[in-house]
């Protein structure tokens, strides 16, 4: 049972256009999300979070928009750059990220075509 | 500041045998994880250590599996008798876990392959 779930394997955007990546969770006891991006043959590495009390959080090109009701976050890049093409991983924990266990979806593919 | 080490890269053993994967945390961090990570798959949480104390488990295989994370020195993953299903990606994150936000950086990973 997934508990995370990101729906689009893969978005292509053109540069200098609105990415959005979408990132859906079940479990009402998470209250702290993460998003990182990974790269083929690295690990993945941190871009923002947010934790339950907040509904936005922004990071230069990058926002993190939660919605608790619907349960589902999503992550804004703009504008979009060919260096952002990765595979974009949503995360969740409970506890307010004082647990280790980080409840991953299985990511987006995201392409930005120059 | 280095970041989290991970050694070796690439891992590359026969049915049988033993792997041992380490981790050693970003300066100053004192909680490490590890993930395992399948082909078309996102990370998946195997383990929560910290200075001698395994703090939760939940994620480990029963048998075959163990980890430690000693006073001195990194972190081991170790995977005794490894079968082809144990061929993967093992991702190590480390924290400081300060405050309610406890962002976990990865290293670079180990690939395991198993023949």
């Known amino acids: 049972d997934q508990q995370v779930k990101q729906n689009s394997p893969s978005l292509s955007v053109q540069e200098g256009r609105i990415s959005i990546l979408n990132c859906d969770y079940t479990n009402s006891m998470f209250d702290y999300f993460l998003w990182y991006k990974k790269y083929p043959a690295e690990g993945p590495t941190f871009l923002i979070s947010?934790?339950?009390?907040?509904d936005k959080n922004e990071d230069g090109r990058f926002t993190v928009f939660l919605n608790k009701s619907a349960k589902h976050l999503s992550l804004h890049i703009v504008p979009s750059q060919p260096g952002d093409s990765a595979v974009y991983f949503c995360a969740a924990s409970a506890g307010g990220g004082s647990q280790g266990n980080l409840i991953f979806g299985k990511g987006t593919k995201l392409s930005v075509k120059p | 500041n280095a970041g989290v080490m991970q050694n070796p890269r690439h891992l590359v053993r026969r049915r049988g045998q033993e792997a041992r994967l380490r981790c050693s945390p970003m300066k100053g961090h004192s909680h490490v994880y590890w993930y395992r990570q399948l082909p078309e798959e996102g990370l998946k949480f195997m383990v929560y250590?910290?200075?001698?104390?395994?703090?939760?488990e939940s994620g480990m295989p029963k048998e075959r599996f163990s980890a430690e994370f000693p006073k001195e020195g990194p972190s081991i993953l170790r995977i005794q008798q490894v079968v082809r299903g144990d061929s993967a990606a093992y991702f190590c994150?480390?924290?400081?876990?300060?405050?309610?936000?406890?962002?976990?950086?990865f290293g670079a990973g180990t690939r395991l392959s198993v023949l």
């Open positions: 994150a480390s924290s400081l876990l300060e405050g309610l936000e406890n962002i976990q950086y």
């Open positions: 250590l910290q200075k001698e104390n395994i703090i939760d």
């Open positions: 947010i934790s339950s009390i907040k």
